[in-house]
Structures are given as C-alpha cells and as structure tokens.
C-alpha cells in the first residue's frame, strides 16, 4: 500500500489532475471532496481522452471520475485485495480506516512488489 494517498478534489481542473499524476508517476488517483471524503478515481487514460476533446476547456476531475469506487480496509489480506483487484478488473484500490478516511491506495506495482517479496523469502522446510 502506498501512504498517504495522493489525492485531487473533485472540483480540480482536469489539468491539474493529470499533472499532479506526472510529478508521482501515477495512473490512478483518488478523488476527494472539500470534506476530504473519498468520491471517486481518476484514471490516467481518462484525463488524456479528456485532454484530446477538452483542449482548452475547463473541466472538473468530478465530471470525469469514475463513481462507486472499489474499496478495501486495511485489515483485508493482501490475497483479498489481489483477487478484488482482478475480479473487479482495477488497477488502484483506496484503503479506507475504519472510520471511512482514505488512508492510501493498492496499485498493480504494491501487488507486484509483495509478489517478489514472497518470492524471495526463504520456504520453511
């Protein structure tokens, strides 16, 4: 998991969003509120479709985000969020607290990161 989440509110500029995405090197991002309440994904692909239609057009991340997002808490195994993550076909998946606060994000890299880690441990024999 990556922490804390990077995050852009809903009401960004699209533009804003994707350069965010550059300086991290993301391709998802978690949308928050003004109340910094999890409300949505960005994907990557999204914002430089948008980019290609909108050019110069203001457009909020909100009118372009993806609704009802997946997510996990971080008491789920990593084995849990793997097969949610391929059941579900995403590649980000916000970890909410127990108190519905977005604490960071699985992406496809933290999977394939505890993958080679386990890997690489030693077998009991």
Known sequence: MSTPAVTVRSDADYKAA???MQENALHHLPVVDADGKLV???????LLLAATHYLQ???EVGDIM???VVTVTSEMSVAEAA?????KRIGGL???DGGKQLIGII???DMF???VKSLDEPRAA
């Open 107 to 109: 992406t496809e890299t």
């Open 18 to 20: 994707l350069k965010v």
């Open 66 to 68: 993806h609704r009802g």
């Open 83 to 87: 097969t949610l993550m391929v059941e």
């Open 40 to 46: 949505g994904m960005a994907a990557e692909r999204d």
């Open 57 to 59: 057009s203001a457009v």
């Open 113 to 115: 990161r505890a993958l």
């Open 94 to 96: 916000p970890v909410l």
